[in-house]
């Protein structure tokens, strides 16, 4: 006989001089039960208050009311800070990229500093993700390789900017690049280079882009 059905059965046979269990008890009874079957232990704990309600009447059995109400009270998670947040999203990413983009994830946070390493923002590192996993998923598409070409940038541009805007795409090619050359160290491209100075300037042609809600682009439909 589980706790439940032993916690029924002692309400249940209860003589006239008998008094409800104690809240404590409860709390116990309830806190074991939760561990052990989860949230179903809350449809049963009510069924309890309502069997000992019959038994010794509902003013006598009030709290049973209250040791449930604080089960059900469950505490928030604490907020995910936007460097966790990053880490996250490593998991988007080709499996070689990712502890390349930890590792500057660690530095950037502790702000380690090491000769010719640049420091990132948290909000910078999950754009750069952002723009590198759209452009993995681009190149499984078309069964490219990952390391771009002046030519492969400009029609994944193209392909951002018609989904998107010119400003998105330009800004989506430079962090590109940003990502690729941490983690293919060695990376250089003058044509990719170009691509991506080509559309920095259609960008400021462009001008600022007013969106509705209707007009804007997730990055995973990019």
Known sequence: MNEHLALLALIRGAGPGCSP???????RHLTGRLQQIGTPALMEFAYVQ????????????????????EARVTPKSPRRTSWQTARMRLSDLPDQWQPILAERIEASEAVLRKKGQVLWSAAH??????????????CRAQDLPMSPTGGTLERYARVVAQK??????????????????????????QACEFVACD???RAAEAGSTIKTGAQLVGASRI
Do not use: H
Request: proline letters at 3%; a positive charge.
């Open 21 to 27: 269990p104690g809240r404590n008890d409860l709390k």
């Open 50 to 69: 309502r069997v000992a309600a019959e038994v010794w009447g509902a003013e006598r059995c009030a709290y049973f009311a209250s040791v449930l109400r």
């Open 125 to 138: 590192t999950q754009n750069v993700i952002r723009a590198l996993r759209g452009w993995a998923a681009y």
């Open 164 to 189: 998107a805007s010119v400003r998105t795409a330009s800004d989506y090619i430079s962090r590109i690049l940003t990502g690729i050359k941490l983690v293919m160290p060695g990376f250089s491209s």
């Open 199 to 201: 559309w920095r300037e």
